[in-house]
């Protein structure tokens, strides 16, 4: 079987089965695809905390930490953002440190390898910044430690010298703000996760709340859809701002090229042209479901084997394809292996063997592997 093509691609783009695949770009993939993606992103974010669409629990309880700090005229109490990717984590750390009036510093878990690194960053604040880690729970151990007695104390110990002459130097810190940002909040060591003043566990987005955030970016955008158009595309964005606002800006592309077409008609054959369905499913996501069923008959079938068979790597599949299918509940994850759900064979049009409607729906989903 050959492997997939993506959208816009010639059969001589192919990977080869066995070898590596590129990276998953998908229109409809919760993460940025490119750096200009990530600069789409920052142009829509907002400011201030009141321009925040969405999430409204974790407002109101970060609303009370940024107003106290400022009362007390001293550096908030650090905080952790735990969700997956695309929730608008990274834009909460932004307004944090301009709601304090505070600059930011940025960096991120996997470029944090020794525990200098982290000092020579910690060393360099001013009393009052605001640090922002994206990734907190890729963080070197060495420097997790580290962070450990800075969060607490506003101090690290610094080692100089090497071998038995070594000596640990105290160095003081000035009082700042850590903002870490984390899709794996269990992968985060206890006693740094214990360190954090305020947790905030960022939901999806149901489709009321996307069409509002739809509609200010159509604004930024200066594009006009109708109701029902932003209603279109806020059901396939997979509760997601980052897909809502990046399909958005497809469809701005399209009534560029097609200045004269029906703004809804403009959604429908946007969305059409990336292979994307009512359920926000592309290409892959059917390929997948397509696999389970009809060459696995339903499941269950382990991770690896459903991998190989529609030419993709293990890790696309359970990193980026699976976790929306399950949330769906198209694809249910048993000690067995992965059944597919009796809507998954109803979404390709099929008709679910009764035995297979019955373990599908007495399989329920588990955190176990394979």
Request: without cysteine; hydrophobic residues 40%; glycine residues 8%.
């Amino acid at each position: 079987m050959s492997s997939r093509r993506r959208p816009g691609s010639s059969a001589g783009d192919e990977t080869p089965r066995g070898e590596a695949s590129a990276p998953l770009e998908s229109v409809v993939s919760p993460t940025p695809l490119d750096d200009r993606d990530s600069a789409n992103d920052v142009a829509f974010r907002p400011q201030h905390l009141d321009e925040f669409v969405g999430q409204r629990r974790v407002r109101e309880q970060l609303d009370l930490v940024l107003q106290a700090a400022r009362v007390r005229e001293r550096a908030a109490d650090h905080i952790l953002l735990a969700g997956p990717p695309g929730l608008g984590k990274t834009t909460l750390a932004m307004i944090v440190a301009h709601d304090l009036g505070r600059p930011l510093r940025l960096t991120s878990g996997p470029t944090i390898t020794h525990a200098g690194d982290l000092a020579a960053i910690l060393s360099s604040l001013t009393e009052g910044e605001v640090l922002f880690i994206d990734e907190i729970h890729r963080i070197a151990k060495p420097a997790a430690e580290m962070l450990y007695l800075a969060m607490e104390d506003f101090r690290v110990d610094v080692m100089v010298g090497k071998g038995p002459g070594a000596t640990s130097i105290p160095l003081e810190l000035a009082p700042f703000t850590l903002v870490g940002a984390t899709t794996r909040a269990g992968a985060l060591p206890a006693p740094l996760r214990d360190r954090f003043g305020f947790t905030a566990n960022m939901e999806f987005y149901p489709p009321h709340e996307l069409a509002q955030l739809l509609h200010r970016t159509a604004g930024l955008l200066e594009i006009e859809l109708s109701e029902d158009a932003i209603t279109e595309i806020a059901s396939r964005s997979r509760g997601t701002p980052r897909i809502a606002n990046r399909l958005l800006r497809r469809v701005r592309d399209y009534l560029i090229v097609h200045p004269d077409e029906d703004p809804l008609q403009a959604v429908s054959s946007t969305l059409s042209l990336y292979e994307v369905d009512e359920l926000g499913l592309d290409r892959l996501d059917r390929d997948v479901l397509g696999v389970l069923i009809r060459q696995f008959a339903g499941g269950p079938v382990g991770l690896g084997p459903l991998a190989m068979s529609v030419g993709e790597e293990t890790d696309t599949l359970e990193s980026v394809v699976e976790p929306y299918l399950v949330r769906s509940g198209l694809v249910l994850r048993t000690p067995r292996g992965r059944v597919a759900s009796r809507d998954a064979w109803l979404h390709l049009g099929l008709i679910p063997p009764k035995a297979k409607l019955s373990s599908a729906g007495n399989a329920q989903p588990t955190l176990l592997d394979d």
